[in-house]
Each structure stands twice: as structure tokens, then as C-alpha cells.
């Protein structure tokens, strides 16, 4: 049963469109997740000096435009929950990532086999 030629190019179209929303997505996903390791690192690195402190250092964040006095344990706990936040919104993207690599993998595998059905079939397969 031999599909319409018009209907061939509307479903073209649209897997199209699919493609072009799934690449566009994957670079966002690919610049949150660089953010996101960015602020991991700096973290980390806030953390390594932290802890590096003696437990009587007064320690001071930054809230708006002024600095309040916090204990040491409170602001680790902090950081702990910050990291723990960011690990999570990496695992997060990083599902985002392989679905929307799946989408364009499994987009342009139907444009190839469309486009292989409207050319004749040819010897393909």
C-alpha cells in the first residue's frame, strides 16, 4: 500500500521539526549542565577551604548586601545541601541530555527511512 506523496512530505515535515526542537534543547541542556558543573566546582572549592578552617574561625555570608555571622557547622550543613541540590539537578539534565539524544538519533532514522520509502525503495534493505 503505497502512502501519498503529500502525506510523505507532511510526516517529513513534522519528524523534521522534532529534530530541530531536540538539537536546539540538547544545547541548552549542554550550557545548564556546564552552569551547573561551573557552580559545582566553586562549590567545592568553598567547601576545601571551609573545612580547612579551625572550628572557632568566625565565618561570614554574604546575605544581599551585608554579612552575617553564622557557625561553621551551620554553613557546612549548607554547602552539604547545596552540593547534594546540585548533584541532583545534574543527574536531572543529564536524563534530559540522553532523551533528547534519543529524540534526534530516533528522528533522523525515520527521515533516512521515509525518504528511503518515497525514493522507490531502491536496494536499500
Known amino acids: 500500500m503505497a502512502i501519498p506523496n503529500e502525506a510523505l512530505q ?12 531536540a538539537q536546539e534543547q540538547i544545547g541548552v541542556v549542554k550550557a545548564q549542565m556546564a ?14 577551604e571551609v573545612s580547612e578552617l579551625p572550628g572557632d574561625t568566625n565565618v ?8 552575617v555571622h ?3 557547622p551551620d554553613v557546612g550543613r549548607r554547602l552539604t545541601k547545596e552540593a547534594d541540590e546540585l548533584r541532583s539537578d545534574l ?3 543529564d536524563k534530559k541530555l540522553h532523551y533528547f539524544e534519543t529524540t534526534l ?3 533522523r532514522s525515520h527521515m533516512q527511512q521515509i525518504m528511503g520509502v518515497s525514493g522507490g525503495g531502491g536496494s536499500h534493505g
Open 10 to 21: 507532511k510526516i517529513l515535515r513534522e519528524i523534521e521539526t522534532q529534530a530541530v526542537v
Open 35 to 48: 552552569a551547573k558543573q561551573r557552580d559545582a566546582r566553586l562549590l567545592q572549592l568553598t567547601v576545601d
Open 60 to 67: 561570614y555570608e554574604g546575605v544581599g548586601k551585608m554579612f
Open 70 to 72: 553564622r557557625p561553621k
Open 91 to 93: 543527574s536531572n539534565l
Open 105 to 107: 538519533k530516533n528522528s
